[in-house]
């Protein structure tokens, strides 16, 4: 089974840029899909975007959309959240884990998540 583990996040200003990694063990990571989801003080786990196993295929939230980029180095195993034109609302913990086909529906374990905090 794949185990992820997620970098990158930080404090910026509104407006800015972050860009979140998830590094991932295994041989065969090519073949899973993966998405990031987030979870802000005191909400539920949201999805956020993800991508196919050979990145061909990727999906966004819509609170996201334009904004957001996923994408993914298979030699390295690795998936990227690229963020820009962050808002204050962007505020929360960032995860990633593989996903089912429907792309939203994430099956794998958990890891610590990455803090991505955005100041106004």
């Known amino acids: 089974q794949v185990q992820l583990v997620e970098s990158g996040g930080g404090l910026v200003q509104a407006g800015g840029s972050l860009r979140l990694s998830c590094a991932a063990s295994?041989?065969?990571?090519?073949?899973?899909?993966v998405g990031w989801f987030r979870q802000a003080p005191g909400k539920g786990r949201e999805f956020v975007a993800s991508i196919s196993g050979s990145g061909g295929t990727t999906t966004y939230a819509d609170s996201v959309k334009g904004r957001f980029t996923i994408s993914r180095d298979n030699a390295k195993n690795t998936v990227y959240l690229q963020m820009n034109s962050l808002k204050p609302e962007d505020t929360a913990v960032y995860y990633c884990?593989?996903?089912?086909?429907?792309?939203?529906?994430?099956?794998?374990?958990w890891g610590q998540g990455t803090q991505v905090t955005v100041s106004s």
């Open positions: 884990n593989v996903v089912s086909k429907s792309f939203t529906t994430p099956w794998g374990s």
């Open positions: 295994g041989r065969t990571f090519s073949t899973y899909a």
